[in-house]
């Protein structure tokens, strides 16, 4: 009897192990349809009250004194702050308003999920008399990242590489 216990639970063991590809589709489905269910509720942003300190009254932290500060760590901020740190005695400060990135930011065209999340600064154009005929108010989205990253964090990851010849002929 005590066999047949120790040969079940054996059995149930390798029947029900995960390999580290079922984990990893696991973590990522999981992760998806997180921000799925946070889309479906998705209100735009009316204001920049989240970036207000919650307590007015708080004293400023300080963090001392730098050479640069770089406003906004998306794709030419964290570019420029990485570059110019290669020079080991500049101080720099890279601020940046949005959150940290994740593993969904890497994948390619989630971007259209993250223009409904608190990814997106959430940008609405003006009024278009010729234009944004789909969307209310004739106002079409105009996302940008509010994340580490930037933008480039909710975007396409599309690329092209330039044919020199179109270059060479002045046809760009
Ligand atoms: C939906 C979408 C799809 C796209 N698809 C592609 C594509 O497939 N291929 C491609 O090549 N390009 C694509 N782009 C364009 C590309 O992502 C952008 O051109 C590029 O990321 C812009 O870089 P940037 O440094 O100018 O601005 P951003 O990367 O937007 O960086 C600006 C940063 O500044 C921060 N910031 C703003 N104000 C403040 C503040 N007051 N304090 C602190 N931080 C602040 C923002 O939160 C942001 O992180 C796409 C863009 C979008 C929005």
């Known amino acids: 009897m005590e066999i047949l216990t120790v040969l079940i639970v054996v059995f149930h063991l390798v029947m029900c192990q995960q390999t580290p590809n079922d984990l990893k589709v696991e973590y990522y489905a999981k992760n998806i349809r997180n921000a799925l269910a946070l889309a479906e509720d998705y209100q735009p942003r009316q204001n920049n009250s989240d970036l207000l300190a919650t307590n ?75 234009a944004c005929f789909g969307w209310i108010d004739n106002r079409c989205s105009f996302p940008r990242g509010k994340i580490l990253g930037g933008s480039s964090a909710i975007d396409g990851v599309d690329y092209i590489r330039g044919n020199k010849a179109d270059f060479d002929n002045g046809h760009h």
């Open 56 to 130: 007015q009254n708080a004293s400023p932290i300080d963090f001392g004194e730098f050479d640069f500060i770089i406003v906004g760590s998306g794709s030419s901020g964290s570019a420029f702050a990485a570059k110019m740190s290669e020079i080991k005695t500049f101080k720099i400060l890279s601020l940046e308003a949005g959150d940290y990135n994740d593993d969904l930011t890497k994948i390619p065209y989630l971007s259209t999920l993250f223009q409904k999340s608190d990814r997106n600064w959430g940008y609405f154009s003006s009024p278009q008399k010729n």
